[in-house]
């Protein structure tokens, strides 16, 4: 049985698909929907760079420059927007499933379907951020769906508040479909399925947290003054 990969019928359709999924012998289109959805990753971070999200760093900075350098500055910014959002794609597509292949017995190929399902949810998270920061100014890190929120009263620790931003409803939803998926392709115990999730979970948001507070620091350092 070929399975022709589907990712907007896939989320409409999840249950047949997830069968089809299951005994499928072959599967088309995967590097297809892999390019658009970077592509669309590309797209997404050029645009927040683009609306200044993230530029806040470089404001109290901005009337000691010139036109010019100021300019440089923000070219720079987009490029490297532009290059997070490359590599967040493509860790995103093909870590995980590597992580889990070697875990399970399910192909590569299968795992790389359940990762663009996970991508697209989290290109719609961080699509949801736009008007959040536009309209009322939040960060990503304490959006109205997060736990990063939550934090802030607790705690002024900025990578704790990291952390728990990095914990949203999106990502209880990708936890719960991905050990939906891998279960529904492996005969593994389910409480080894929850264990595997939940563990690269944690290291995810740890490793979120680590890059949100580098990325304040290498704002400061390299466009500082």
């Known amino acids: 049985m070929t399975y022709h990969n589907n ?8 249950d047949d698909h997830l069968i089809r999924v299951k005994e499928a012998e072959s599967i ?3 590097w297809k929907v892999n390019v658009l959805l970077i592509l669309l990753s590309l797209i997404l971070y050029g645009y ?5 999200m993230g530029t806040n760093l470089l404001s109290p900075q901005a009337q000691s420059l ?7 500055q923000k070219f ?3 490029a490297g927007r532009l290059i997070f959002g490359l590599l967040f794609a493509v860790f995103i597509l093909f870590i995980p499933s590597l992580y889990f292949s070697l875990l399970t017995d399910i192909p590569y190929k299968k795992l790389i379907i359940m990762q663009q399902v996970v ?3 989290l290109l719609v998270e961080r699509a949801i951020w736009i008007p959040l920061a536009v309209f009322n100014g939040l960060d990503w890190y304490v959006s109205p769906v997060s736990f990063g929120i939550i934090a802030s009263y607790f705690t ?4 704790l508040i990291y952390f728990f931003g990095a914990i949203s409803l999106f990502q209880l939803w990708i936890i ?5 998926y891998i279960r529904n392709l492996t005969e593994i115990k389910k409480q080894w399925v929850w264990g595997y999730v939940l563990l690269f979970h944690f290291f995810f948001w740890l490793l979120t947290a680590l890059l949100a507070y580098m990325d304040q620091y290498m704002i400061n350092r390299w466009f500082g003054q």
């Not at 927040?48 to 200044?52: D, F, V």
């Not at 002024?156 to 990578?159: D, G, M, V």
């Open 7 to 14: 990712l907007l019928r896939f989320l409409f359709s999840m």
């Open 28 to 30: 088309k289109r995967v």
């Open 48 to 52: 927040m760079a683009y609306l200044g």
């Open 66 to 72: 010139d036109l010019r350098a100021y300019e440089q």
């Open 76 to 78: 720079w910014f987009l």
């Open 119 to 121: 991508l697209f949810v």
């Open 156 to 159: 002024e620790i900025p990578w």
């Open 176 to 180: 719960w479909f991905q050990v939906r």
